[in-house]
């Protein structure tokens, strides 16, 4: 599977880091960042880093067949330009490929509290079937320690792409 991890903007920057270690390996692994994230990359992490400027990058085009984004903190900002379908940089214009092309594209917006503004570009999103997925803890699986919680929102973005994982207990009811 090819996916593409966006971290746009600097806070939450660590949750992206930590999806893109927790995607199984053998996925093709695409990273943007934009220069607000300000994060620094082990050169341990088998990805293909993309500068947020590059907007020539393989992952802007249709053809490079990217099976899911994910936007892993989306910012405020991110949000609204793909709303309104500016494309002015490496994340928008691959967040617009993904719609253009009818793709799984995940957006973890992570800001609080909403605006009016930003629950009417989220809906507009969601009806064009974008997953909409800001990061909530959920009380049900039994989270003890904070990678509990940050690995129950990564799995559950997980669930929402089909990627297989086993990162939190299940519900059993």
Known sequence: MK???????????????????????????????TD????????????????NDEIWASVASGSFQADAMMITPCSMNTLAKISSGIADNLITRAAAVMIK?????LLAPRELPLSAITLENMQKLAALGIIIAPPIMGFYSEQKTLEDMEDFIIGRWFDQLK???????????
């Open 36 to 51: 607000h994230a300000d994060i620094v990359l082990d050169k341990e992490h088998s990805i293909t880093l993309h500068k």
């Open 101 to 105: 092309e009818r793709k799984e594209l």
């Open 163 to 173: 990627i297989p994982h086993k990162l939190y207990k299940r519900w059993e009811g």
């Open 3 to 33: 996916i593409i991890v966006a971290i746009s903007g600097s806070s939450g920057s660590k949750l992206g880091l930590s999806v893109l270690e927790k995607l199984p390996e053998d996925y093709d692994k695409h990273l943007i960042i």
